[in-house]
Structures are given as structure tokens and as C-alpha cells.
């Protein structure tokens, strides 16, 4: 009996994709070159914040950069940066043509430092290094008549024509993400007047810093803040959260919250003085400076006091958009994500009004916002999606085994922290009765 046996003849069949992998091999690197120097990028305001119950975006007086010139609005401002570019000019002794070409030889740089390249890229090249140029001036020179504004020592002041600008409107600008100019724009601009900058922008960065400190702590004072140790800022607002962030250089693995189960922690500052942990504000203004140790009886959590407002609330917000629009889970200096952990922490702190009553009290927080609009600032979706670093994971990890450890002694000391008063009362009833027997036993003696 013969038994054909067919073999099977695959036949490959050739699918052709006409450009679809030079596509996807200009997309794969058109994002490795965005992201392998991400830090020196200027960021659009990341989307998992958008949701945030605030005007945290757009300028309300004045545009710096790429991202919102042209606004209508804003044009009022306008006249005075060319007013101010051309005091920077005069004061610097160069003449307004060498500036200008100081800035015009990093405008390329500049350019590819916006991320939304379409922002940029709507102004041709000599109007692109013409905006750096008024909008670069106008920053520096406003720091100068800013300091001077502040010293007090009787010397000329800024020009009369700057007093129709709301300085707080225009301190809130100058730190939003997306308003901002390339440090290389900066770097020109200041190489032009050596004499007084960086330093004089160093120092205007301090005192900003000071805008955080609660009114009381005048022994908070931060350090000074210094460039010469080889940290190049992306922009303006980068150098306020080096700054704030304690300019730490310190590597630190960093996790993304969420992706892995966190310690369980308290959810209030309530819980925390019912399991007897002590709330303390900290020596230094730093946002880094955060860390639970043990006393003599219970542990303290000490944290950098915030003094909270308008001002300062979105410049929070905005040094967090930068720590989410730069970082990566891992392999970044800690110090991208202090101000995220800082703000996650004291988020966990607070779940009612009284949470911020009992902060307020403990001068950990002072707020100009009432106390309802204050929780709704931290958990209004501002941590949900926030990187947080080790320190602040270690302080859970500490929570998280203290609990372990003590929960005797902690049911004991919650007893008497919630029934304080009555035991009070009971011990002063205690104390007359025995008073009482005492002098009815006397008596019955005598």
C-alpha cells in the first residue's frame, strides 16, 4: 500500500511597510535625544497636574520666554522690558548691538532647550534672540531694582516708572514653569555685568526663599547660596529648588509612589499625637530636612515650617511640576523630589480642619488661606501622583516599625491623650475625697 506524504511548503509572506521604520526609528530617537538632557529642557506644566484647583499656569502680568509671548494680556508689560533691557545695557557699558550678539550666539541653544518646539518655533531667528534679549534684560534687571528696592541704604532706587507693577503679581510669574528663559540666555546676559551677577541673582533667590519661612522664625535663616560649586540651574525656577531643596547632591534611589506598597502611616496629625509622636518644626528652612528620631519617651518628627499663601503656594506647585516633568523613577539626585516628598509628607498630616489647627499650633504651618482652603491645597490632588525619595520612605518605614513595636504603649498613651480631662477631673475628685477622709479620720482620733 503506498502512502503519499505531502510536505507542507511555507511560503514567508513579506509585509511591506513603506516608511513606517525610518518613522519609528526618527521617533526612538527624537526621544532619546529630548530626554538624555531633560534636566536643561523647559517643561510644559505636566498633565497629571492640570486637575489642580488653582491658576498655577498661565502669567498674569508678564511673559518670559518662549511658551506665552504674545498674549494679548500680557502686552502691557511690554514697554517696560524694553525700558529695563535698555538700563541693563547702560549700566553694563556695553552698547545694546554687543549684547544683542552675546545673546544671538546661544539662541540655537535656547531654542532647543523648549520642549514644545512648536512655541518656539513660531518666532524667526532674529525675533526668537530678540525676545531672549528684552525678556533676559528685563529678569536681571528687575532682581537689581528688586535688591535695591529692599537694602534701604538711601541709594537710587528703581526708575518711577516700575511702581505701577504689583510686585507679588509679578514674583508669582517670574516662577511658574512654563515662563521661563534658558540659563544659557542668563549666562550671556550676566557675563555682561561679571561686577554684580551671578551674585546678585544668588541673592534675590535667598531672599525668595525667605517668602517659605513663618513670620516667628527669624533664626531660620537659609544659607547662602552659591553656584561655584559646579551646578548649572535649567532656569530661574530650577535655582529656587536647588535652593529650597538644600542643594543636595546626594544620589538616592527614588521610587515612584505607587508602584509599590507603602508602609501603612497614620493619616492625620491627631493620630500622630494620640500614638505620642511629636510634632517639631526643624533648625533650617530646607525642604530636605525632614526626620523622625526617638527621644527620651517617644519619637519626634521633625519638618521645615511652611508659611503658606497665594505666593508661595504656586510657587510650590511649580517647583513640583518641575520635579515631575524632570525626574525619573530612578537614578536622579534626591534632590528632584524633595519638595514633592516634603509636600506628600505633610499632605499625610492633614485630613480635616483640625489636622490643620493642630499643625498651626505646633508651628509646623502658618497659613494666610483659611483652613478649608488650605486642606484643599494639599489634597486636592497635588501628592496623588508625586515621586517621593528615600528620606521621606524611610520616615514611613520608622512610623510603620514604631507601630509595630509599641502598640501596648500606645493604646496606653491614646487612652490618656483622648481621656486626658476626665482623668483630670477623676484625680482631683480623688484627691479632695482623700483630703477628706484624711481630716474626717483626724477627728475621729481626736
Known sequence: MNTSISNSVHTPIIVEIP??????????????????????????FPASLRSLDGDYIVPRMVSIGAYHHGRPELQGMEEIKKAAAHHFCRDSGHSPEAVYEKVLAVAGDARSCYTDGGAAGALEGDDFASMMLRDGCFLLQLVLWFLQDCSGDGKRGPPPFTCQVNSLALLRDLFLLENQIP??????????????????????????????QLHTDTDLLAKPLDLDG??????LLALLHFHQSGGSSTTEEL????????????????DFAEMGIKLAPSKTAEFRDMALTQGLLFPELSMPPLYLAELTASWLVNMAAFEASTGVP???????????SYLTLLS????????????????LVQSELTDGRTLAFFKGGLTSYAYVNDRYMAILSQIAGYRRRRRLWIAVHKFVYTNFRTIVTLLSVVSVLVGLFKALLSLSKA
Request: charged content about 25%; some cysteine.
Open 255 to 270: 521610587r515612584l509612589r505607587g508602584l509599590r506598597s507603602l508602609p501603612p502611616v497614620v493619616t492625620n496629625a491627631v
Open 19 to 44: 516608511g513606517e521604520l525610518d518613522e519609528l526609528s526618527q521617533a526612538s530617537q527624537k526621544l532619546e535625544t529630548a530626554y538624555s538632557n531633560i534636566f536643561n529642557k523647559i517643561h510644559r
Open 230 to 235: 559646579g551646578y548649572r540651574p535649567a532656569h
Open 183 to 212: 540659563w544659557a540666555v542668563l549666562e550671556a546676559l550676566m557675563a555682561c555685568r561679571a561686577a554684580v551677577f551671578p551674585a546678585a541673582l544668588c541673592e534675590f533667590v535667598v531672599y525668595m526663599g525667605k517668602f517659605f
Open 348 to 363: 499625610a498630616l492633614m485630613d480635616r480642619e483640625e489636622d490643620v489647627r493642630e499643625l498651626c499650633a505646633k508651628r
Open 330 to 340: 530612578h537614578g536622579a539626585t534626591s534632590g528632584e523630589y524633595t519638595v514633592s
